[in-house]
């Protein structure tokens, strides 16, 4: 975004004066006047003062042009995202973007696994959009007045090392086991010591964790291709496997993925993600008989 520049030094007022621009004038379809004076009471100049003084990491945006601060946002070591704030006049140009990026940048810094923030109704879209999840709807009590907003959370990309290879192999064997109907018990023993020994030394890993640090998903890259994706079964159905390719895609420049072919969900869903399929062997890497289907992104 070559428009803003990010600075981390900035004012209390210059933050009081963004976040009641952005609240009365954006939240004003979603919360009453009675909530959104509330709301703006609770977070005077003072109170954005002490949050400057604590663990919050603070951002702003800046645009290059008029030298105006265009939005700000906060987030602390553990991954909460206190705030983000944009001036009506710069939304919907990417600087919200361009803050959430920079400050998941931050704090996997900290090895936190994910970033979780309490949303407004306003903001939820643009939260949907990014990745975040609802666990709850919640009340929550300002100044005396009822507001709603919803407690969000967005498990972060990173990378595993080789400390975490049985950890991977455990997710991988649970997840072909509940995939992989096809192959037999003979060929899960045949596999697994070639995964812990050749494969996931042979390629970028990248992965979720979960609050307690255990791994739910991963994905192996190699050069142009996804070598291997594999989420947890319960993790499933959670939208971590596509999230995985979609940072593949935009970030690795991925445009390559085999499958095999018995693997009809995975296959389907690949090919839902845009890939297409462009060949087909009758064996698999090892040479046994189950048929690979070769994919690219078109």
């Known amino acids: 975004m070559t428009d803003y520049i990010l600075i981390t030094s900035v004012t209390a007022e210059k933050l009081f004066g963004i976040f009641e621009e952005s609240v009365r004038e954006t939240c004003a379809k979603d919360y009453s006047a009675v909530q959104i004076d509330a709301w703006i009471a609770r977070a005077t100049p003072a109170r954005w003062q002490q949050l400057l003084s604590g663990?919050?990491?603070?951002?702003?945006?800046?645009?290059?042009?008029?030298?105006?601060?265009?939005?700000?946002?906060?987030?602390n070591p553990d991954g909460y995202l206190h705030s983000m704030f944009v001036r009506p006049r710069y939304q919907k140009k990417g600087i919200a973007s361009f803050m959430l990026h920079a400050l998941e940048d931050w704090v996997?810094?900290?090895?936190?696994?994910?970033?979780?923030?309490?949303?407004?109704?306003t903001a939820l879209p643009f939260f949907l959009s990014q990745g975040f999840s609802i666990e709850r709807e919640q009340t929550v009590v300002v100044n005396g007045v009822k507001m709603s907003?919803?407690?969000?959370?967005k498990p972060l990309i990173c990378q595993p090392s080789e400390t975490d290879y049985d950890e991977l192999l455990c997710v991988w064997e649970e997840a072909v086991r509940s995939t992989h109907h096809f192959l037999s018990e003979e060929d899960i023993q045949y596999y697994k010591p070639l995964v812990r020994i050749i494969y996931l030394p042979g390629v970028d890993l990248y992965c979720f964790r979960n609050r307690e640090r255990r791994i739910t998903a991963f994905m192996g890259l190699s050069n142009e291709m996804i070598e291997m994706l594999f989420v947890a079964p319960q993790e499933q159905g959670k939208g971590l496997g596509s999230r995985l390719i979609d940072f593949a895609i935009k970030e690795k420049g991925i445009y390559k993925i085999d499958v095999n072919e018995q693997n009809?969900?995975?296959?389907?869903?690949y090919q839902h993600k845009g890939f297409k399929i462009v060949s087909r062997d009758a064996f698999d890497a090892a040479g046994k008989p189950y048929p690979v289907l070769h994919l690219e992104m078109k």
């Open 108 to 121: 996997m810094r900290f090895q936190a696994s994910d970033i979780y923030s309490d949303v407004s109704i």
């Open 149 to 153: 907003n919803f407690l969000m959370r």
């Open 264 to 269: 009809t969900i995975a296959s389907r869903f």
């Open 55 to 75: 663990d919050l990491h603070f951002i702003a945006a800046v645009n290059q042009t008029s030298g105006e601060l265009a939005g700000f946002a906060s987030i």
